[in-house]
């Protein structure tokens, strides 16, 4: 079964940085873009970040474009969100999501993990 485990969340104050994680099992992790969306309390999923299979490939939402940052390492199956400067309109459940397909670049209909909650507040 495919499985996408995120951890690290938590709070965080304005300014100061966090690591998300996501642990994948259960597919060739390697053949899959793999993407980060969020959803904040009483808004619907954002698209915040992307990264090809090979990690050759990174695209981010203009919202966290220059903060934040993906990477992958496919010997251990993990993906991660690198969060510089957050804002307080960074807080949200993060989510980690793998592609649809196989070297297809669709995630909205990719199986998720369950999410890790960020907030930024002071």
Known sequence: DVQLVES?????????????SCAAS?????????????QAPGKGLEWISTISYSGGSVKY????????????DNAKNMVYLQMNS???????????VR??????????????????EVTVSS
Do not use: H
Request: glycine share 16%; with cysteine; hydrophobic share 35%.
């Open 61 to 72: 939402a203009d919202s966290v474009k220059a903060r934040f940052t993906i990477s992958r």
């Open 26 to 38: 259960g597919f060739i992790f390697s053949a899959y873009w793999m993407f980060w969306v969020r």
């Open 86 to 96: 957050p804002k307080t309109e960074d807080t949200a459940m993060y989510y980690c």
């Open 99 to 116: 592609a649809e397909s196989e070297y297809g670049t669709n995630w909205g209909r990719g199986p998720r993990g369950q999410g890790t």
């Open 8 to 20: 690290g969340g938590g709070l965080v104050q304005p300014g100061g940085s966090l690591r998300l």
